[in-house]
Each structure stands twice: as C-alpha cells, then as structure tokens.
C-alpha cells in the first residue's frame, strides 16, 4: 500500500464529520448532529489537517471558519459520501432508494411539461433523489454542463458534436407562426415567412435555440425579419404577440387559455399556423458531459439513461398533444 492510499485509508472514516462540519462550520452543532462528542468532531479535524497536511478549518469567534484547501475539498467530500451511499442503495437491491442531486439545466420553454413529466417518471422509482434545476438560453444550458456546473441539459437544438458532450435526441416538434387573432393570415391553413417579411417580429434573444432556428427559417425563406422585441421567454413573447405588436415563431403553446374572447381581455388574443416550410421544426434532446467510466455518479447515470431510453415515449402523448 503506497502512502497516497495509506493517506485515504486514514482520512475515510473522517468524511462524515468533514462534510457536516462544512455545513454547519460549528464544532459543537456538527457533534449534536452526529451525535457523538465534541471531542470526537475536535480530534477528527486534528487528524485529518495533519492527513492533508493543512489546517482545513480556523477559529473565527466562538464558531470556525473552512480555509480555501477546505472549500476545495468540500465538494469532493460530499461527492464521494453520495457516491458510498448510492453503491450501498444497489448492493442492498433497493432500487427505490437512490439518493443524491441531479443538476439539470433546460431551456425555458420545457419548464412546464416535458421536465415535469421526466422527474416524475424518475422520482416514481427514485424518490430518494433531488434536483437542481437552472434555466436559460440554450447556449447557458450547455455552458453549464460543459463546465461542470450542470450533470444535464435539456436543449433544441439537440447540442452538436465538441466541447467533450455527447447527446441523444428525445422528440421533435412543428415550429409555428404566431399571429394576433385579427391578423388577416388567422385564418389561413398554412403560411410562409415572406407573408409576414414586413411585419414587426418578435424574437428570442440570440444564444436562445429558438432564435437559431428561427434565423435558419429566414435565410431559407431568402428574407430577413424586422425585429421590434427581443425577449427572454416564450411566454413574453406570446404575451406581445397577442397584444397585436408583431408575430413570431414559436413551438405550439399545448393548451394554452384562449385569450380572444373579446373586450374583457383587452382584445388579447393569438392563432398559430402551421409554417410552410421543411425547416419548420425542432429536435429536443438530452446532453450530458463525458467523463471516465465509473466516475459518473449513479443518480446521475439512472436519470440520463432512463430519459435516453424511455424518454420518447414517455414524451409521445405531449407531442401528440401540443401537435394538434
């Protein structure tokens, strides 16, 4: 046994303790709540800033404080527990019981049903396990996991090949354009860009995967839009459009409140039609950053594989829905 592994074998029985001291950075209420002596929690600090070879915590009035090697080693610390205790979940074959964090990352415009849908699938079989949910652009998202800072995103487009992310498509849904309820092409079957290439739009901000895809519409209709608004979400978007300030493109609103009802509501109100033309879509899809085999925490690697396996259909009635 080298002394890499010697020092490992000494400082494992001493994460507990590490971590809630982290948490509460206060020696006496890191013994209540592991209950054992305050001596115990002092002299395992003691053995473990002499195994590192650094102070890990200071006294800072009648708490203590965690020095910088310790803010560094707090994430792992708390890792690895999660990890030991997830292994344990599947040596004992209790698959109800995997615990830990999921940090998902997603786009706005999936925050209503196509996320909800995924966790509760999950949590019917994992209740155990918790999420960290962020939400952006689509560029946002899949900074996040590429950094680190997020295990997954939920994206449209489905992210491409590089920055050491690998991805599966889940669905795909029409992209419509969005109209006030009295605009004259309401009541039209189907449209093209050019209707509407003098109109004011109202658009996604760029690094928004809707705002991609709509400027790929644009080129391939061979015109430009005459951006009035950019926004950050949808629903804004939808809000402008049935105010009659402009039209727009977006994914069907699902079942959305009919808003045309007439003077109570301001004559708010708006109409989708389907767009003529074979770019009018968009592929939603999971990505994830690649790591070395065994090192991806179990939660994490349950989630992701159940989403890449059982996700499509599980999606299929909402697509099936938001389609008609």
């Excluded at 310790?70 to 030991?84: H, N």
């Excluded at 879509?281 to 790591?291: T, Y």
């Amino acid at each position: 046994m080298d002394s890499d592994q010697k020092q490992l074998v000494q400082l494992l029985p001493l994460l507990p303790v590490l971590a809630e001291l982290g948490r509460t950075e206060h020696v006496t209420e890191t013994a209540e709540l592991l209950g054992v002596p305050q001596s115990t929690v002092s002299r395992a600090l003691a053995r473990a800033s002499a195994v590192v070879g650094t102070e890990l915590l200071v006294r800072d009035g009648r708490g203590v404080r965690l020095t910088p090697a310790a803010r560094t080693l707090l994430p792992y610390i708390e890792q690895a527990l999660a990890e030991f205790q997830a292994g344990l979940d599947l040596v004992r074959n209790d698959s109800e019981v995997v615990r830990g964090k999921i940090s998902l990352s997603f786009q706005h415009t999936f925050g209503e049903a196509t996320l909800p849908l995924l966790i509760s699938a999950f949590r019917g079989r994992h209740p155990g396990a918790a999420f960290t949910l962020s939400q952006g652009a689509r560029s946002t998202c899949l900074d996040e996991v590429a950094s680190g800072e997020a295990d997954l995103a939920l994206t449209a487009p489905v992210a491409g090949q590089g920055r050491n992310l690998a991805s599966a498509p889940l669905y795909r849904e029409p992209l419509r354009l969005v109209v006030h309820h009295r605009h004259p092409l309401a009541k039209r079957p189907a449209a093209h860009l050019t209707d509407i290439r003098t109109e004011p739009f109202v658009a996604l901000g760029p690094g928004y995967g809707l705002r991609s895809l709509t400027d790929a519409l644009f080129r391939e209709a061979g015109c430009r839009p005459r951006i009035a608004f950019e926004s950050q979400d949808s629903h804004t978007v939808r809000g402008l459009v049935s105010a009659g300030l402009g039209v727009s493109v977006l994914p069907p609103g699902g079942n959305a409140p009919d808003l045309s009802a007439g003077p109570e509501t301001g004559d708010l109100g708006l109409v989708e039609i389907p767009l003529d033309s074979p770019l009018a879509f968009r592929e939603v899809g999971l990505s994830w950053r690649r790591r070395k085999p065994g090192s991806e925490p179990v939660p994490v690697r349950l989630f992701r594989d159940m989403v890449v396996t059982e996700g499509p259909e599980l999606l299929a009635g909402l697509v099936r829905q938001r389609s008609l």
